[in-house]
């Protein structure tokens, strides 16, 4: 029982980092993506 609280404690910074981290790749994405539209809507 203890250890699976010492799991639960190291899986939750993990795994909001992991999702920051994905957010951010997308929001990059997603910028890069837009970019590329407007470039092309102004020509």
Do not use: A, G, R
């Not at 190291?10 to 590329?36: A, G, M």
């Amino acid at each position: 029982m203890y250890w699976k609280s010492i799991l639960l404690f190291v899986t939750w910074p993990v795994l909001i980092f992991i999702s920051l981290y994905l957010v951010q790749y997308v929001v990059k994405k997603y910028n890069e993506k837009l970019e590329h539209v407007k470039k092309k809507y102004e020509e």
